[in-house]
């Protein structure tokens, strides 16, 4: 079956970095969109990032464009979400998510993904 296994988070101070992975597997990992979104305690799971299959692609949320970045490495079946200048707000329960419908760039509703992880917790402490 599918599966999404995101790693790489953590904890760590106001204007540091983390980079998160997701490994798929179960699935032809290069026909895939792919796509980060996260979750705050209290709020409503929302879009951060997501890449084309190809990679060459982007989209993001005006609240990270400039300090995230968004790719994949197809040969490893992984996407990644390079995190810079971390905020408080930033804190949250990440999730990666595939999208099977060979659109140009997946979408930014969560309607869009088929296919979720179970998430890696970023916590930016102030």
């Known amino acids: 079956q599918v599966q999404l296994v995101e790693s790489g988070g953590g904890l760590v101070q106001a204007g540091g970095s983390l980079r998160l992975s997701c490994a798929a597997s179960g699935l032809t990992f290069s026909i895939y969109g792919m796509g980060w979104f996260r979750q705050a305690p209290g709020k409503e799971r929302e879009f951060v990032a997501a890449?084309?299959?190809?990679?060459?692609?982007?989209r993001y949320a005006d609240s990270v464009k400039g300090r995230f970045t968004i790719s994949r490495d197809n040969a490893k079946n992984t996407v990644y979400l390079q995190m810079n200048s971390l905020k408080p707000e930033d804190t949250a329960l990440y999730y990666c998510?595939?999208?099977?419908?060979?659109?140009?760039?997946?979408?930014?509703?969560?309607?869009?993904?088929?296919?979720w992880g179970q998430g890696t917790q970023v916590t930016v402490s102030s």
């Open positions: 890449v084309r299959r190809s990679g060459d692609l982007t």
């Open positions: 998510a595939a999208d099977r419908s060979l659109i140009a760039v997946p979408g930014t509703s969560m309607r869009d993904y088929d296919y």
